[in-house]
């Protein structure tokens, strides 16, 4: 399976926030967006998934455009992860991961099946959030509903995956971990994954394609390396990358502190002028 956008454009109001975009993104591959704020990351995503549509362009899924598909099957194709959940829902995680799986129900089903059941156990389990199924979302630390969050875009089973920053708000270990399902998923199913990220660490190690945004425009793409080791980095973030390998193939991208830097000398003399 394959997604594509073709000279994609998209305004909020006046505002243009996607400006000509090309990119193709492939089964079996994690893709990453990466960027400042506001250079079109969520965007992306949310246009891919059918949630908005865009002024100019076409969003193509296997060479048919996205906008002949129904509801039904948009609903069993995608599954869009908002990282902006509120915890407010009056509702329990196993409930909310089984709305993910409403889609698959027969007309007049009023309850889960079988099959759902075991989908969600298994996802609950890959996911280490079995011990929250029976909690309110309003319970849940940041991290364990970002996690929850993740478990109901996979229990869906769908063919395109689409995350916005799945690592937010976890811990180390567990930004490690997300990262490494969702690696293993991408590849077990050949599903269509893509990532909007910050963590330019963790885009380096788990991503096979990065696409460099800034201000609406792909500024650059290519795998790891080819976007870590180039200069495209400083100049969108203003900071430098370093590269180094890691197990003897990876690529991990170190970002590092801006040119400009205090010396301690100086901070001591400021701070007894200060005084």
């Known amino acids: 399976m394959k997604v594509r956008l073709e000279k994609v454009v998209f305004n909020y109001d006046a505002v243009r926030v996607l400006d000509n975009v090309s990119v193709e993104f492939e089964g079996g591959r994690v893709s990453c967006l990466i960027g400042p704020n506001g250079s079109g990351k969520t965007t992306t995503l949310k246009l891919i998934a059918s949630l908005i549509e865009p002024v100019e362009g076409v969003v193509y899924i296997d060479g048919k455009d996205l906008r002949t598909y129904s509801a039904s099957e948009i609903a069993k194709l995608f599954s869009y992860s908002d990282p902006h959940l509120p915890k407010t829902l009056p509702m329990r995680v196993i409930d909310f991961i089984l709305t993910s799986r409403y889609p698959f129900h027969r007309v007049f089903q009023y309850f889960e099946s079988r099959e759902d059941i075991e989908v969600i156990e298994t996802v609950a389990r890959e996911l280490g959030v079995e011990h929250l199924l029976d909690r309110k979302l309003e319970q849940l630390s940041s991290g364990e509903l970002q996690r929850v969050v993740l478990a109901a875009s996979l229990a869906r089973k769908p063919r395109i995956l689409l995350l916005d920053e799945p690592s937010a708000f976890l811990d180390v270990r ?21 990532v909007a990220m910050h963590d330019l660490y963790l885009a380096s190690l788990y991503c096979d394609k990065v696409i460099l945004l800034s201000k609406g425009k792909i500024v650059a793409l290519g795998n790891p390396q080819e976007i870590f080791s180039s200069s495209s980095i400083e100049e969108v973030y203003g ?37």
């Not at 567990?174 to 269509?192: A, G, L, N, Q």
């Not at 690529?251 to 301690?264: C, D, M, R």
């Open 174 to 194: 567990y930004r490690f971990e997300i990262m490494d399902i969702v690696k293993k998923y991408t590849e077990k199913y050949s599903v269509v994954t893509v």
């Open 239 to 275: 900071v430098r990358v370093e590269t180094l390998r890691v197990d003897g193939s990876l690529v991990a991208a170190i970002p590092l502190p801006p040119h400009e830097k205090v010396s301690p000398d100086s901070l001591s003399q400021q701070n007894l002028k200060d005084s």
